[in-house]
């Protein structure tokens, strides 16, 4: 069983990266960023708590995210495997996680950390800010917002994994292609 946890800042790749990731290792994609975006999107209660986050560029609380992944994986118990993207993003949501999965005789098979400089990053996501229609995409202060929440809050996780011996780096600036070379050499080599 092949449970890998997709890391780092806001348009790092993730999103981008995990679409290949999920082609090529048959995993189950839980992007705690879409399923937030698909409460908002049907007008749930929950959406409406985190819409009053995301449009600030701050980060969701644990109760709500944990409880969204504990809903996807028991509702995927046959997976082969799953792809966490952008989850963990707190150490509270990282120690959530070995819980829920050692409550299914799963663990982390490894945590990727795409390594990009903030300049990069703010490049692309006001490009992408332009297509998606994502106000948080749009406003460089909710961007700078996000970078500060996961210099403090996510940054953190890193050390989580790394203490296992499970955090691998992967370079994140490059083609879609190298990168994703990349991860496939940590995750199969
Ligand atoms: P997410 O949806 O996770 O958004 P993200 O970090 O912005 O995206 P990602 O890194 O996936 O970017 P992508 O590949 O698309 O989170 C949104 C918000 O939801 C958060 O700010 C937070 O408020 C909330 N949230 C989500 N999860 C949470 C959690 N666990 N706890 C609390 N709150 C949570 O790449 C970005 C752009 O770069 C794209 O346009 C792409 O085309 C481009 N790109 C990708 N790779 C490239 C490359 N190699 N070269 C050039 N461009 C590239």
Do not use: W
Not at 129 to 135: H, I, N, P, T, Y
Not at 147 to 172: D, H
């Amino acid at each position: 069983m092949l449970n890998l946890v997709l890391f780092g800042p806001p348009g790092a790749g993730k999103g981008t990266q995990s679409d290949l990731i999920v082609e090529k290792y048959n995993l189950i994609h839980i992007s705690t960023g879409d399923l937030l975006r698909a409460e908002i999107k049907a007008q749930t209660e929950l959406g409406t708590i985190a819409a009053a986050k995301i449009e600030k560029g701050e980060l969701v609380s644990d109760d709500i995210v944990i409880g969204m992944i504990k809903n996807k994986l028991a509702a995927n118990l046959n997976a082969k495997g799953f792809i966490f993207d952008g989850f963990p993003r707190t150490t509270a949501q990282a120690e959530a996680l070995d819980v829920l999965l050692k409550e299914v005789n799963m663990s982390v098979s490894c945590m990727l950390s795409l390594e990009v400089e903030t300049p990069e990053l703010l490049k692309r996501l006001l490009e992408r800010g332009k297509v998606s229609g994502r106000a948080d995409d749009q406003d460089e202060s909710i961007i700078m917002n996000r970078m500060a929440a996961y210099n403090s809050s996510t940054l953190p996780v890193k050390e989580y994994y790394k203490a296992q011996g499970k955090q691998f780096e992967i370079q994140g600036v490059g083609s879609i292609q190298e990168i994703f070379e990349s991860i496939c050499a940590v995750v199969a080599p």
